[in-house]
């Protein structure tokens, strides 16, 4: 079987633009951890887009994508040469979708969530329709407008990836300091809560949790920089199985690793899914011993085997101005 791999910003997403080092260091995380995954199972011919800065990586067929070249084209010749996809980008400008729905219209398998769930979950304030919808506890949200109430409030690109288009509001001062399009923003209250992501497996409607995450983050001004992340941080995650559950019945065209992201405090209020690998994946085999991407290639024929082999914490260090983790 034929794979493509595409990470975005190691792939040639930027091949025309600066490679900024904090956003290829996150797409290199989750690269090499996607690959090592994959050439565990000994049965894939692997192939990947390469960005012409970068150097290429052993083991696998290195595609360069050079600043002459149009990646949208060579990610569509490399997609018909393949038996599957897997997909790793941001959902910002409709990047993630187009990639899914390219190859969905060249039939063949994507590994991810379909282009139908990447236009919801990729979508904050859809996101927040959907799971009020559900009555799944999540952050009050709305459009970004020009009224202001007194409060402590976050404004956040509509399709922004973790923190690096976020801003805490703590007075009108700050907010009419926000030279943002309007209809590009959602605004929510500032809650306060341990901040934690769950890694978990989708299809058709059923959820599988593998574990639960901390993050950890510093705030610098008016925005907030993730740190890092112990992976696998709670020993009993079982709590959190109805809730991938609810998410699962709600939108199922949830497919293959999800990050949901959460605040914790006297309740548990979900704030963002993630219908791609996040950071949190990086270290998933070190904390569990389950291969993920084996898992989600059972997926096609069933359910996931998930058996952890051991179950102990993983720290994933990372400073990154554009993260999900």
């Known amino acids: 079987m034929k794979i493509l791999v595409f990470e975005y910003i190691t792939g040639g997403g930027f091949n025309r633009q600066e490679l900024r080092g904090s956003l290829a260091g996150e797409g290199s995380l989750m690269l090499n951890a996607l690959l090592d995954n994959l050439m565990r ?51 910002f400008d409709g990047i993630l979708q187009n990639l899914c729905q390219k190859v969905e219209s060249l039939g063949k398998i994507l590994l991810t969530s379909a282009s139908t769930a990447v236009a919801v979950a990729g979508n904050k304030f859809k996101t927040y329709e959907l799971l009020n919808r559900h009555r799944i506890s999540t952050v009050p949200t709305r459009m970004l407008d020009n009224s202001y109430s007194p409060g402590e409030w976050m404004v956040k690109a509509v399709d ?94 949830l497919w293959g690793y999800v990050g949901i992201d959460l605040i914790e405090n006297d309740q548990t209020w979900v704030l963002e899914i993630n219908p791609r690998l996040t950071t949190s994946f990086v270290g998933i085999y070190d904390a569990l011993g389950i291969n993920i991407a084996e898992a989600v290639l059972q997926l096609l024929h069933g359910d996931p085997a998930l058996n952890p082999l051991y179950n102990q914490a993983i720290s994933v260090k990372t400073k990154q101005e554009n993260h999900a983790g």
């Not at 038996?83 to 790793?88: A, E, F, N, R, Y």
């Not at 978990?200 to 907030?224: D, M, P, T, V």
Request: with cysteine; proline share 6%.
């Open 160 to 253: 922004g990836v973790g923190c690096s288009d976020s801003y805490v509001i703590a007075n009108r001062q700050d907010f009419e300091r926000l030279e943002l399009r309007k209809d590009a923003y959602i605004i929510q209250p500032h809650l306060q809560g341990a901040k934690t992501s769950l890694s978990a497996l989708f299809k058709q409607g059923s959820g599988w949790l593998i574990c639960a995450n901390l993050q950890r983050f510093e705030r610098l001004n008016q925005q907030y920089h993730l740190t890092g992340i112990v992976v696998n941080h709670h020993p009993d995650p079982g709590s959190y199985q109805s809730l991938i559950t609810e998410i699962a019945r709600a939108l199922p065209e």
């Open 41 to 91: 199972l000994n049965k894939l011919e692997i192939t990947i887009m390469r960005d012409w800065r970068l150097e290429v990586l052993p083991g696998v067929h290195n595609v360069i994508i050079g600043p002459e070249h149009d990646v949208t084209e060579e990610f569509a010749r490399l997609v018909k040469q393949a038996d599957l996809v897997w997909p790793i980008a941001p959902e």
